[in-house]
């Protein structure tokens, strides 16, 4: 019997409903309707349970959860209840008034993502037009506020060769953490491979410079990022190991142990409307289906690394080999790992396909 232990983090989807369409965004390819959103009220009763849980940080994402006028108030309540709360935004919706009512409803931090340095090609990226302008203001404003700033940098291959100024610019901004998150090729960015797919010579340069980087910088700024899987030796242990420490919850109100969980057939999702969140926490069928280590093949049951990395992506999995049950093929162990890095090497050398944005209806 797996042992449960308390979640620490909550990833709430307030809305799908965002002005940008990266094409690599984390969110299903079928996305929620606004007509679906959970309300304010049940919003606020959750993050209440989730307080009661053990939940220590809120992450309000999205979509764009400042697409959501009642945000200020959940800010507010996130607050009452003792949650941390980290906004994760593109920026574009948050003008003066709007940054100032969420900070003067108690948010504690702001994780902003910018598509690139360049102008042209940052909102190219995102589908979006004059959205890089308003990143830039916006970030001017949280420093100025003294709200602590993360700069989010999603990476590929359309961007990676600005990876040494990506992390000088936040810096100039007053950053105090940047993210370097290589893309996680599932959902959209899985449908985008051939447009996003870096070399592995570029990824072995990208994970040279942001080393320099961290030496330099120590002090300065903290910089976080995580080795892109299709080239990695190791698995990483995505969401910190599946129903270990992680829950997420859609837009309507399904609860999933990681944003891409759905794309695993067959899993049943509990939803907050039908039941409390311990319940769920505890009893769901989908977050014990993959718990712990007794769910493993045996590659990583007799395997040394299987409480560290806890057996890698489950979505990978099966995205790469159609089971969700497999090692992840990111492991260099994995029979399917030179499939999976031929796939890559082939993606990457290829003309890089248009972009499919991220838009309702797929
Ligand atoms: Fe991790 Fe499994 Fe690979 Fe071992 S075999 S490193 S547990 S993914
Ligand atoms: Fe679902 Fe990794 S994204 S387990």
Partial sequence: MTHVLRPIGLLAELTHRCPLQCP??????????????????????????????GVLQVHLSGGEPTARSDLPDIVAHCREVNLYTNLITSGVLLDQPALQRLYDAGLDHIQLSIQDVEEANADRIGGYRGGHAKKLDLAKRVVALGLPLTVNWVVHRQNIHNLGRMIELAVEMGAKRVEIAHTQYYGWAFKNRRALMPTYRQTLDAIALVEEARRRLEGVIVIDSVVPDYYARFPKACVGGWGRRAINITPQGRVLPCHAAETIPGLVFDNVKDKPLSEIWLNSEAFNAFRGTDWMPDLCRNCDRKEIDWGGCRCQAMAITGSAS?????????????????????????????????????
């Fill in 24 to 53: 690599y965004c984390s969110n299903p390819v079928n996305l929620d309707r606004k007509s679906g959103e959970l309300d304010t009220a049940t919003w606020k009763r959750v993050f209440a349970e989730a307080s009661e849980l």
């Fill in 326 to 362: 497999e090692t992840d093929p990111a492991c260099s162990l994995s029979p399917l790992n030179a499939t999976l890095r031929a796939m890559a090497e082939e993606d990457s050398a290829a003309e890089p396909d248009a972009f499919r944005y991220r838009r309702f209806g797929g």
